[in-house]
Structure formats: structure tokens, C-alpha cells
């Protein structure tokens, strides 16, 4: 599914946060945006997944305009910080209540939650009584994104993902984000502070800096030394 | 109608750990025993006292049905994302409401058997709650353009301020009714109520799109002032 942004431009009072003329990810790419705090990262998802209003051009997923239509939230899987979760379920409910929403069979929710419990190291699912609000901050993160995985989406938009998870679980995650990449050709938009991550998960990876893209490169072996040697020159100057 | 069940079961849950609609639940339950000692009727022969003990009732009626859509502010986001019809799903919420009305004052009518013109001013209490709720949640949407003074009293679920909001409206509705039946007398004053009750159920479910359009145009204003500051 190719995502596509045009014109696209958010301000906030007079100050311009982002501007991209122009931007394709092509459907099964996965994709990986980088920058300091205030770049623009989160303000670009969030308006992908039409959280917010562009004050100029607009984002498309396949045919769909995302703030024109709803047809693209049928096959999005998202998770961007812990309000997206609805913490005051419990994590299998709160993925039967996400199954239910996609269609998706009672036999084939149970399954994908079995599934699931390696990424939660045997906790989080089956705990009796445990909300999603009372649960650690590296598990409340692991149920977004679970979340956002489960219902078989044609595209993944994640912020951050890495962020509070152990390391057994970073790899468990780019593992299962590769996976369905390959098998199902998921178009996958990952933001993230960490060059290592990026650079081993993405196909291509955009740098963000006040809002411009600044560089836009296709991912391979030297990628990660490319990045260090921007930010390296970004503190120099 | 899907994935109703399970989240009208989550927002039980939620209204529970609600502690002003907790305090309600209490309230009601302490309240209903007057509803068997009070009169039927006053000494001028109406049946006004019967009504008003229910009164509470529907308070928590309508705390249970607004009460999510104040939740809504922190989950918007996630329910922005995911194919979650909020039109339909507060629909649904306004028939369990309607329905909730029906049940007590069928309940009322069996025990008290009361006069028709009771049951029309009930119905209608019921359903212009409703509305004042309505008209303090817009209000509390728009908060922000408030004075800065008012600002955190219109925060649509201020206890206080729902207290003292829900008690000045209502006396002056109360004061409208008892004015209406002096000038229209008992036969077209309950006619008048049945019509108004009528016109609110109606003009509220098309009213429920344009509410929830106003949450989420609300959730993006109040995104945008935080990123602003």
C-alpha cells in the first residue's frame, strides 16, 4: 500500500513544524524516520493518521485521502504513545475488542494472541484482573504494538517503538516486523531516536530537521556509519 | 453493532471508577425509599411529589450516559485509528438511556399508578436532562474561550459545578413547567410535555453526529494549543 504526502505543511501559529513537498514510501517498504526532538517525526505520523489537520496538502494511503476518508483505518494497524491505548481493559480484551472491530475470527483472535505471548516473555496476556493501566510501562508499550500488529494490517505506523522495551523484545519486534514485510509485503513507517535499530530494520530511512527532510537515503551496510557521521556533524555545527 | 457489548461493558466499568457517579449510585439508593413514603398526591390533589423522588434516578441515567463521552477526550486518538463508528456506538448509548427512562417509569407506573400528566412530566424531566448535559458538555468543549477565571469550572464534569449548574437550570425548568400548566391547565399542559419530550428524543439523535464532530474538532484545538505552548 504506497502512503504519499503532497504539499503537506503544518504550523503552529506562524512557526512552520513541517513541510514536505513531496514524499512516496511505496507499498512494502519499510520505512524509517529519524530526528532530533521537534524535527517533525510525530508531527508527520500524527497527521497520517489524520490526528491532526494539515494547513496545507494532505496524505493519501493507496487511492484514499486519509482526511477525506475512513477506508484506509481498515486495513492501519498504529500505535504512536500510550494514549492509544484504552487502558482500562484488559490486554485480552482489549485485543478481542480490536479483533471484533477487524472482522476477524474468534478462533483466529485466540491464535494470534498464543502467538503473541512470546513477544510478552509470558506476561501481560493471561494475568487475571490486570488492567491495561496497572501494567509496566515497557508492557503497556508492548500491548500498543501488539495492537497495532494484530489486526493484519497492510500498513504498520509506529512511533518510537523501541523505546522502554527490553532487548530481548527490540529484536523480537524487528524480527516480526521483517517477517511481515516479507510474507505480506506490509508497508512499515517507523520513527525512532535510535540510528542502530533504523539502520538494521529499514529499507530506507529519512532524516527530519525542523521539519524539512534534509536527507533521504536507501538503506545497506554503510547506512548506520552515514548517520552517525550527520548527527556527529549536526553537534558540530 | 459488533463490537458494542464489550465496550458498553468497559464503560460501566468506567462510570464505576467514576467517583461522582458512584456517589450518585449511592445517592439514589438512599433516595428511593422516599419514593414509596412520600404522597401520591400534594393536598391540591396533583402528583408532582411522586415524580421528583425519581429524579435522582434519572440524574444517574444521564450521568451514565454522558460520562464516555468525557472519557473520549483521552481516548480519541486510539479510537480515531481503528474502524470505531462513534455515531452508532452513541446511538446505541442514547436507546440504553431511553430505555433505562422507560423502565423506571413503567416501574413508577406499577406501583404508584399515577395520573398521565405525572408520567408526562417525568418523561420529559428524563429527556431535558439530557439536554442541560448536552449544553454543559458543549460548553465545557469550548472551555477555553471561557474566562481564564470560569476556565477549570467548565470542565463539562465538575461535581460543583454540575451541582450548581444542574440545580439553577433546573429551577428554572421546574418554575417553566408549573408556569406552563398555570397558563395551559392539566389536559394541554400534558399534551405540551408529551410533544416536548417527542421533539428532544428526536432532535438529540441528530444531534449526536454534530456532538461527536465537536469532541474531535475539540481533541485537535486542544492538541494544537499544547504543541502551541
Redesign the interface.
Known amino acids: 500500500m504506497e502512503i504519499k504526502a503532497l504539499q503537506l505543511k503544518k504550523n ?2 506562524d512557526h512552520t ?1 513541517l513541510h514536505i513537498p513531496e514524499l512516496t514510501i511505496p507499498g512494502g517498504q519499510i520505512f524509517g524516520l529519524l530526528g532530533n526532538n521537534g524535527a517533525g517525526k510525530t508531527t508527520f505520523l ?1 497527521l497520517a ?5 494539515a494547513d496545507e496538502g494532505y496524505v493519501t494511503m493507496g487511492t484514499n485521502k486519509v482526511n477525506e476518508s ?1 477506508e484506509w ?2 486495513y ?1 494497524g ?1 500505535f ?1 504513545d500510550q ?4 487502558d ?2 484488559k490486554p485480552e ?1 482489549y485485543f ?3 479483533g ?4 476477524i475470527r474468534k478462533q483466529e483472535i485466540e491464535d494470534k494472541i498464543h502467538r503473541i505471548q512470546q513477544f510478552f516473555g509470558g506476561e501481560v496476556v493471561g494475568l487475571k484482573g490486570k488492567l491495561i493501566r496497572s501494567l509496566s510501562t515497557g508492557n503497556k508499550q508492548k500491548c500498543g504494538i501488539a495492537g497495532a500488529l494484530f ?1 493484519n494490517p497492510k500498513v504498520v505506523i509506529l512511533d518510537e517503538p523501541f523505546n522502554s522495551l527490553d532487548p530481548s523484545s527490540q529484536i523480537l519486534l524487528k524480527l516480526l516486523l521483517k517477517d511481515m514485510n516479507q510474507k505480506y509485503g506490509t508497508t512499515i513507517i517507523v520513527s525512532s531516536h535510535d540510528l542502530n535499530h533504523v539502520s538494521e530494520l529499514c529499507q530506507r530511512v529519512v532524516i527530519l530537521e525542523k521539519g524539512l527532510i534534509v536527507k533521504d537515503m536507501e538503506a545497506n551496510e554503510n547506512t548506520l556509519e552515514e548517520l552517525k557521521s550527520y548527527f556527529y556533524q549536526s553537534i558540530s555545527l | 453493532m459488533k463490537y458494542t457489548w464489550t465496550y458498553l461493558r468497559f464503560e460501566l466499568f468506567l462510570i464505576w471508577n467514576n467517583p461522582f457517579l458512584r456517589m450518585q449510585f449511592i445517592a439514589c439508593a438512599l433516595f428511593s425509599p422516599f419514593f414509596f413514603i412520600m404522597p401520591d398526591t400534594t393536598a391540591n390533589g396533583n402528583q408532582f411529589p411522586a415524580s421528583f423522588t425519581i429524579l435522582p434516578i434519572f440524574c444517574l441515567a444521564n450521568g451514565i450516559y454522558y460520562y464516555p463521552f468525557s472519557k473520549l477526550s483521552t481516548i480519541m486518538d486510539r479510537l480515531s485509528t481503528i474502524p470505531f463508528n462513534f455515531v452508532q456506538h452513541f446511538r446505541l448509548n442514547y436507546i440504553l438511556f431511553l430505555l433505562i427512562i422507560a423502565i423506571v417509569i413503567v416501574a413508577v407506573y406499577v406501583v404508584k399508578q399515577p395520573n398521565i400528566e405525572s408520567i408526562a412530566l417525568m418523561a420529559c424531566m428524563a429527556v431535558v436532562l439530557v439536554l442541560i448535559n448536552f449544553i454543559f458538555s458543549y460548553l465545557g468543549s469550548r472551555r477555553l474561550e471561557l474566562h481564564s477565571a470560569w476556565k477549570m469550572q467548565f470542565n463539562g464534569f465538575n461535581p460543583v459545578f454540575l451541582f450548581v449548574g444542574i440545580g439553577v437550570v433546573m429551577s428554572i425548568y421546574m418554575l417553566s413547567i408549573f408556569g406552563l400548566k398555570y397558563v395551559m391547565g392539566n389536559v394541554w399542559f400534558t399534551y405540551a410535555l408529551i410533544g416536548i419530550t417527542c421533539i428532544i428524543v428526536i432532535v438529540h439523535w441528530f444531534l449526536i453526529p454534530s456532538i461527536m464532530e465537536e469532541y474531535k474538532a475539540q481533541k485537535h484545538k486542544k492538541l494544537e494549543l499544547y504543541r502551541e505552548q
Open positions: 503552529y501559529k513544524v500524527r493518521l489524520d490526528l491532526i489537520k475512513e483505518k481498515k492501519t498504529s504512536l494514549s492509544f491505548l484504552l482500562f481493559m480484551e478481542y475488542f480490536l471484533e472491530l477487524y472482522d489486526v
